[in-house]
T-cell receptor, first 113, second 113 residues
Framework: NAGVTQTPKFQVLKTGQSMTLQCAQD?????MSWYRQDPGMGLRLIHY???????DQGEVPNGYNVSRSTTEDFPLRLLSAAPSQTSVYFC????????????FGEGSRLTVL | SQQGEEDPQALSIQEGENATMNCSYK?????LQWYRQNSGRGLVHLIL?????REKHSGRLRVTLDTSKKSSSLLITASRAADTASYFC?????????????FGQGTELSVKP
């Protein structure tokens, strides 16, 4: 059982480039989310989805887009990368909408030069 | 501002000792969860305590919740070197939409053999 799979694990971008971080889960979870982790800041919620076709913003959504066309996939798009988006990104999923435990991927480490 | 604040930020103990980490939060919650993160890895769910519970146990873990003080503590008994990791509390707000969790900044635990 793969759980939550994130790709790529590492990526280096130049300022202004765009890219997509992929996230897939095979647990048929309704709820999926993206967090970024920065030193001293803990994890901050970027975007989340409560089901296919439904997405909403978290604490720090600016500069990121998401879509949820299937239950399994929840990609995160960086539209025009900035150095402030250098971070480790985590995708997570939950079987319950209402506050169940989160299952995390292993993270994608992004550096923007 | 962060919903969860953790204390201490770092903790260093000897193997066999107990480790206690604290988490305070600001607004009413549905539940509070604790997660563990090994260096360079994703977060792993440890335990969930609901707002109407005061104490919960899981193996060597003991979690308490005091909703009047808006605080929780995680106790790891008889610690092992393998417990070395960062520990995060996460709160699910009582009126949250879509099961969002808000994470604290974490406590970095080092257990020396």
């Amino acid at each position: 059982n793969a759980g939550v799979t994130q790709t790529p694990k590492f990526q280096v971008l130049k300022t202004g480039q765009s890219m997509t971080l992929q996230c897939a889960q095979d647990m048929n979870h309704e709820y999926m989310s993206w967090y970024r982790q920065d030193p001293g800041m803990g994890l901050r919620l970027i975007h989340y989805s409560v089901g296919a076709g439904i997405t909403d913003q978290g604490e720090v959504p600016n500069g990121y887009n998401v879509s949820r066309s299937t239950t399994e996939d929840f990609p995160l798009r960086l539209l025009s990368a900035a150095p402030s988006q250098t971070s480790v990104y985590f995708c997570a999923s939950s079987r319950r909408r209402n506050t169940g435990e989160l299952f995390f991927g292993e993270g994608s480490r992004l550096t923007v030069l | 501002s962060q919903q969860g604040e953790e204390d201490p930020q770092a903790l260093s103990i000897q193997e066999g000792e107990n480790a206690t980490m604290n988490c305070s939060y600001k607004t009413s919650i549905n539940n509070l969860q604790w997660y563990r993160q090994n260096s360079g890895r994703g977060l792993v769910h440890l335990i969930l305590i609901r707002s109407n519970e005061r104490e919960k146990h899981s193996g060597r873990l003991r979690v308490t919740l005091d909703t009047s003080k808006k605080s929780s503590s995680l106790l790891i008994t008889a610690s092992r070197a393998a417990d070395t990791a960062s520990y995060f509390c996460a709160t699910a707000l009582i009126y949250n939409q879509g099961g969002k969790l808000i994470f604290g900044q974490g406590t970095e635990l080092s257990v020396k053999p």
